[in-house]
């Protein structure tokens, strides 16, 4: 069958934007973002020509980290508005034939939550096996030697009731325990909630977390340590603590909720190796649609270790798996941070050729950088619990820049995160008129991608790979594309072996190259990249 044939979803072939609700538009002046933000700017993700918007979590919280520390799973915080501003965004989402993806945040709750508070009321609590309790050992210490994310031990003492709980992440936010039916039962009633209002789906925050081993053994050193650079908690190596075999039938089961409805998706928030990663795709594809790869993020920006891992994913994707693949989001330094403004153009073009579905980090588009914080300014707990490490995410969370106005249009009131100095210069209302700003080429690249099935759901194979240059094609009902990027700022050329590749660039990081031919040797300028539609 031809691919075009073949019927795509949506979250095959379009693009997911990442919003982080509290940066990126207020409506109520008082310096976070909200929900009537959110509605006032999707003509502006229509213009972008994005698939799909996912909202960082939006639900009431103590915010102890930022939404991610859920009291109720069910409302939506006054900070973001009301659950009819919610409606409302989701209507106009719709309306505009996008669709919304929600936050999942099911590995811990809030200590706040009622769930929380009754489970730590006593030992005899109905709830109590909800959470992970444990006995101290005899000397008085935790049950295990397992570390918390966010630094320190990952078990809470709780005099009251002279047990430890579990926390993967602040002590403010305790594990919910999976292996519990109730639990599950609940946090399906959850997922069931806002599938009945008509969210598309779901991001599922920590996918790998959520079991842990029975026997709560002893996590091994880890060899690879850099006490320097490493948060502690890479100290030791969390083979018990995460990513443990039962993991996957709560994903089934997430799988099988969600299949109930019309086209909804899953995407799982998983920092694995790739052969762990591919396994949550699930026993004959019934796990997740996307497990979040996180390659580009991790890897370092090297031509030759970026090529043989998008070789080394395509090859172990199970069949049927969808690839997918991100740019940035609210835990990483942003692209145009790690690789300069050049390369970030370069990043883009690599991201939304790539066969899978591309995610996009509000901001990215304009070329946003971190955003330096001073350290009386610092609000992420784990910027603020290991100081020494300069861990925190604030940077790449600061709010969007919109406009040259005072606070970029981003707010009337001062922001919860500074804006940086050049926001006048760097925002959408100025790259829109511009025809080689950055948006404009996130947006072309976004048209053409859009327009191309070659692109959307065509195939993909490797063409060549030096220390400076990677190239492959993209291919649909013979048209196809040849990508070249040159992820070094020097020049360079390569010469195709076998056939040769001849054909017209249709896109380019520099837009005076667009309408010429490439015949034989390719000569590329450094830190370009070039879409070169193949005679046929
Ligand atoms: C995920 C979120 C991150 C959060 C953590 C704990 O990694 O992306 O922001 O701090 O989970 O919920």
Redesign the pocket.
């Known amino acids: 069958m031809s691919e075009t044939n073949k019927e795509y979803l949506w979250w095959q072939k379009g693009i997911v934007y990442q919003i982080y609700p509290r940066s990126y538009q207020d409506s109520n002046g008082d310096g976070v973002g909200d929900l009537k933000g959110i509605l006032q700017r999707l003509d502006y993700l229509e213009w972008l020509g994005v698939e799909a918007i996912w909202i960082s979590p939006i639900f009431p919280s103590p915010m102890a980290?930022f939404g991610?520390d859920i009291s109720d799973y069910t409302g939506i915080h006054p900070l973001f508005g009301s659950m009819d501003d919610f409606d409302d965004v989701l209507r106009e989402v719709h309306r505009r034939g996008i669709k919304l993806l929600l936050d999942l945040?099911p590995?811990?709750s809030s200590d706040q939550h009622p769930w929380f508070q009754e489970s730590r009321s006593s030992k005899d609590s109905p709830k109590r096996d909800w959470y992970i309790w444990h006995d101290a050992l005899e000397d008085g210490s935790p049950p295990n030697n397992w570390l918390a994310?966010f630094g320190g031990t990952a078990w809470e003492w709780d005099e009251n009731t002279q047990q430890y709980y579990y926390h993967a992440?602040l002590k403010e936010?305790p594990d919910l325990n999976w292996r519990n039916p109730e639990v599950q039962q609940a946090m399906l009633d959850v997922m069931r909630f806002w599938l009945d209002k008509g969210v598309d789906g779901f991001r599922v925050?920590?996918m790998w977390h959520m079991i842990k081993d029975v026997q709560l053994r002893d996590n091994p050193i880890n060899l690879n340590f850099n006490p320097k650079e490493d948060v502690t908690y890479n100290r030791l190596s969390p083979v018990y603590s995460t990513d443990q075999p039962e993991i996957h039938d709560i994903v089934r089961m997430m799988r099988a909720l969600t299949d109930e409805y019309q086209e909804r998706v899953i995407i799982g928030?998983i920092y694995l190796p790739v052969h762990q990663l591919v396994a949550y795709y699930g026993q004959n594809g019934k796990g997740a649609h996307l497990p979040f790869n996180f390659q580009l993020i991790s890897l370092p920006w090297d031509p030759l270790k970026i090529a043989t891992s998008i070789d080394e994913y395509e090859g172990a994707l199970p069949e049927g798996g969808w690839p997918n693949w991100v740019l940035g989001?609210?835990?990483n330094s942003r692209i145009a941070s790690k690789v300069g403004l050049d390369q970030a153009r370069v990043a883009a073009t690599l991201l939304l050729t790539l066969r899978g579905t591309p995610t996009l980090y509000y901001g990215d588009e304009i070329g946003m950088r971190d955003v330096p914080i001073p350290p009386d300014k610092v609000q992420d707990p784990?910027g603020l619990n290991m100081p020494e490490l300069d861990v925190s995410?604030d940077p790449e969370r600061t709010p969007m820049q919109w406009d040259e106005s005072p606070n970029a249009g981003f707010s009337e009131a001062e922001p919860w995160l500074p804006l940086p100095k050049n926001y006048s210069r760097v925002n959408v209302e100025r790259q829109r008129k511009d025809e080689h700003s950055m948006l404009l080429h996130y947006r072309k690249l976004i048209s053409l991608r859009r327009k191309e099935p070659a692109l959307h759901v065509g195939t993909y194979k490797p063409v060549f790979s030096n220390k400076q240059i990677i190239a492959y094609l993209r291919e649909s009902d013979n048209r196809r594309f040849l990508i070249v990027l040159n992820l070094s700022h020097r020049s360079g050329c390569f010469l195709p072996k076998g056939d040769p590749l001849r054909g017209e660039v249709v896109l380019g990081t520099e837009g005076e190259r667009e309408g010429s031919r490439i015949e034989h040797t390719i000569e590329m300028g450094g830190d370009e990249a070039i879409i070169v539609l193949l005679d046929s």
Do not use: I, T
Request: no cysteine; hydrophobic share 25%.
């Open positions: 980290d991610y945040v590995n811990h994310m992440f936010q925050d920590v928030e989001n609210h835990d784990q995410r």
